[in-house]
């Protein structure tokens, strides 16, 4: 088994975000009520590093399977691993890993919904269908973005709730605003692929509304989360130090910058620095986020 292959096949650099979804969890449970369970934790980031990678692996077996792959110009942000086009792995091989990884996620969901809640199993539910179908059908209509800004307020309420047994608004709403961050990734990601998109069929959000309204609408995503951001901070459902955050604004602004000079003009190859910027943006500011809620950094307006 060729572990460099299986890597590149899971994306690691993607997973970042799964993980920081989880830490958000943990230290939001941390931060506001002092609990840590290092078991439970443990076992979270398995669960949901192993859904993510299934994702990775279905999304892979998938594109190969429609042709997709055989269309797209890869790149290190977008257009597949390109394991299977390249006869690294065989299709058979990474369908039965990506369904082990999800058989595996599911039995750590499941061992957690036994010892901590059965309001576990809706977020289990919902995880499972969503990684099955997220390359297969739900990215094809249209709704990846919609589907990872929901799947972000899941970790970060989920891993709380493994923690504390209990449901809160906060850390929904950090995990929403975390999902709306790593939206705007995948929404950068689509540019690259549209032209192979739009031919095989693929209807996400950038092929439905074109290339020349979506570069306009980037800025939506972090306009977005920073609003929250602050007003939550002001009411004091998130610290104060969570607009830290606000150093990543200068690569979002860098990002709609090179979006709005290259893709209107369809120089769509020139878009990997901005699709790394993007990356780097939603992670920066997720971060941010994540430690926001460590003590002594956790800091809260006092009540008038």
Do not use: C
């Not at 919904?113 to 199993?121: E, M, N, Y």
């Not at 249209?142 to 799947?151: A, D, H, N, P, R």
């Not at 609408?217 to 602050?230: D, E, K, S």
């Amino acid at each position: 088994m060729n572990l460099r292959v299986w890597s590149r096949a899971v994306r690691l650099r993607f997973i970042t975000a799964s993980i920081i979804a989880v830490t958000a969890g943990l230290t939001s449970a941390y931060g506001t009520l002092h609990v840590f369970d290092p078991f439970l934790a443990a076992l979270t980031y398995l669960g949901v590093i192993s859904l993510h990678a299934s994702i990775d692996l279905l999304n892979d077996y998938f594109d190969f399977q429609s042709g997709i792959d055989k269309l797209t110009t890869r790149t290190p942000f977008s257009g597949g691993t390109g394991v299977l086009p390249e006869g690294l792995l065989k299709p058979k091989s990474v369908y039965r890993a990506g369904l082990s990884l999800l058989l595996l996620g599911a039995v750590i969901g499941l061992y957690l919904s036994l010892v901590r809640g059965p309001v576990l199993i809706l977020f289990l539910v919902f995880a499972v269908v969503a990684t099955y179908f997220y390359s297969k059908k739900i990215v094809n209509i249209g709704l990846g973005e919609l589907t990872l800004v929901f799947k972000g307020g899941l970790i970060v309420l989920g891993t709380f709730y493994v923690q504390v047994a209990a449901l809160r608004v906060e850390p929904l709403v950090l995990g929403l605003v975390l999902g709306i961050l790593s939206a705007s990734v995948l929404f950068m990601n689509e540019f690259p692929d549209y032209n192979a998109d739009k031919l095989s069929g693929r209807r996400n959000l950038v092929v439905r509304i074109g290339l020349s309204r979506a570069s306009k609408m980037y800025p939506f995503f972090p306009i977005l989360a920073y609003i929250v951001i602050t007003s939550l901070s002001f009411v004091r459902l998130f610290p104060i130090t969570a607009l830290l955050a606000y150093f990543a604004v200068p690569y979002f602004v860098k990002v709609s910058i090179m979006i709005s000079k290259t893709v209107p003009y369809h120089r769509v190859d020139e878009l990997i620095p901005a699709l790394a910027n993007s990356a780097k943006a939603a992670r920066i500011a997720g971060l941010f986020l994540v430690f926001s809620y460590i003590p002594p950094l956790f800091i809260s307006f006092p009540h008038i």
